[in-house]
């Protein structure tokens, strides 16, 4: 095999440990800290997706997923590739979404001919490497870390294009903008109803409740009366917004239900937490009983626990990856076609 | 300044040079306690007419029945002359006051200090950007002066 792909989606458990060891509810954190993973729809697009349908331009056939801890199955992974004989490796940790060539990365590593090659922004890393079969096979054996070897051995590769890391809530909402005005190629997944406005499947929305643009509305979203999405806001799919309140500037992610005559301004609502963008805080709505998570509906579920290893599918059944499930933990990565 | 020094009782506002009271938000652990300084509280405002400051330094977040507090507070003081004055404590607390509008009805402060130091340039600061200062106030249409 030419050129392998591997795929880190970081976080998810570690909130979830956050949230045992604090019994009082998040509410006592003032940091600012990401309430969600990377998986979460950024207007209704999966950014794993994106990064799929890149590596798959490369020609290359499948790649492998591992979620979570990292260090154990990227570990795992990678001594996997290395016995396989690859001779490169593409290694993606699923932290931005960046519209990258990644054949323009693969040429530059070539020429300079050095084992790492990482990818890099005005802001830093954006978690894309490219590793040559030595250091491949040295982290593989050595079982060293997720990351490659020695800082020395990295070649920097500039990346001029555009990048946001999506596991900071500031850059994620600027994503969201961007999105909606057109100043990125991310677009959102509905159907456009008037300018700057999109809406997905199923979509209810009180003839009373005020949507201004630019705004995205997620599929099976109610929006009940006197509420006000916009401007700025992406309520994602699934989610109830209660008479009256107001969505501004702000992001909603799925399965999220909104009390009535709120005021969300500048921050990300996950479920009963909201991460204030201005404020740097993190609010526990459920306690103060303002909002909380939506049990998913039947037909999510099953398709939650659906084969993880179907090939790459579409719309909101990408986020059907389980990546946490109890097959994984036997073997910590996955294979998917792409 | 302390506010624990000075709670319950009546101060002199440094900026105005007016009276105004200080009241703590209940924060008792036990329900009997909680419910003591909760009637306290609401007796208070009932009939202070002095501008009263609710500090709920001591507290680190809110739940429901503190939402539904705050607002008795604020339909008790309703069509009167007495203001209310809300000291955060925390930027937990300021963003459960921000989403729940309460601090578009009434001033909010970060702090005692804030309080009684610039509460003018504080209110005027928060205004133009929170993000850049988290020190001032969340509510600029309504400058507190006792």
């Not at chain 2, 329900?31 to 609710?54: F, W």
């Not at chain 2, 921000?98 to 309080?115: G, Q, Y």
């Amino acid at each position: 095999m030419e050129l392998g792909a591997f795929v880190m989606v970081p976080g998810g458990d570690d909130f979830t440990g956050l949230r045992e060891a604090q019994p009082h509810g998040l509410a006592a954190f003032e940091n600012p800290r990401a309430l969600y993973s990377s998986r979460m729809p950024i207007l209704g697009n999966d950014v794993l997706q994106s990064w799929m349908e890149r590596v798959r331009k490369l020609g290359v056939q499948s790649l492998w997923l591992a979620s979570g801890a990292g260090v154990e199955a990227a570990t795992s992974a990678l001594a996997h590739f290395a016995r396989q004989g690859i001779k490169r490796l593409l290694v993606i940790e699923l932290k931005s979404y960046a519209e990258m060539d990644l054949a323009d990365l693969l040429r530059f590593h070539c020429e300079r001919r050095n084992p790492v090659t990482e990818a890099h922004d005005a802001r830093g890393q954006l978690g894309v490497r490219l590793l040559d079969r030595p250091s491949v096979r040295a982290t593989g054996e050595e079982h060293d870390s997720s990351c490659p070897p020695t800082e020395s051995v990295r070649s920097p590769y500039q990346f001029s294009g555009y990048a946001k890391r999506i596991l900071s809530a500031g850059e994620r909402q600027e994503l969201v903008g961007d999105g909606l005005t057109g100043a990125c190629a991310m677009r959102p997944l509905g159907t456009q109803i008037r300018e700057q406005v999109w809406v997905g499947e199923g979509v209810k929305v009180a003839t009373s409740a005020r949507v201004i643009g630019p705004t995205y509305i997620g599929s099976h979203t109610i929006v009940r009366a006197g509420a006000t999405i916009g401007p700025f806001a992406s309520v994602e799919r699934d989610c109830v917004v209660d008479c009256g309140t107001t969505v501004e500037r702000s992001t909603v992610l799925p399965d999220t239900y909104l009390a009535p005559g709120l005021l969300i301004r500048n921050g990300l609502v996950d479920g009963g937490h909201l991460e204030h963008l201005g404020w740097r805080a993190v609010a526990d709505l459920e306690q103060a009983g303002l909002g909380g998570r939506i049990p998913r509906r039947a037909s999510r579920r099953e398709s939650f626990s659906s084969d993880t290893t179907d090939a790459c599918s579409q719309g909101d059944n990408a986020f059907a990856w389980n990546l946490g499930s109890s097959s994984a933990a036997a073997q910590p990565w996955l294979e998917v076609q792409l | 300044m302390k506010s624990a020094s000075m709670k319950g009782s009546i101060i002199r506002n440094g900026a105005t040079n007016g009276a105004a009271s200080i009241l703590p938000f209940p924060s008792a652990s036990s329900s009997g306690s909680c419910r003591a300084q909760r009637n306290d509280l609401l007796n208070a405002l009932r009939v202070s007419e002095s501008p009263v400051i609710v500090d709920l330094s001591d507290r680190r977040t809110l739940r429901v029945e503190d939402i539904d507090l705050l607002l008795e507070c604020l339909a008790l003081v309703a069509g009167r002359d007495t203001q209310v004055v809300f000291v955060a404590g925390s930027n937990t607390n300021r963003v459960l006051l921000e989403v729940t509008r309460i601090s578009s009805l009434a001033p909010v402060f970060n702090s005692m200090k804030e309080v009684f130091a610039h509460p003018q340039r504080a209110a005027e600061r928060d205004a133009e950007d929170p993000s850049k200062d988290h020190q001032g106030a969340s509510q600029s249409q309504t400058v507190w002066s006792a």
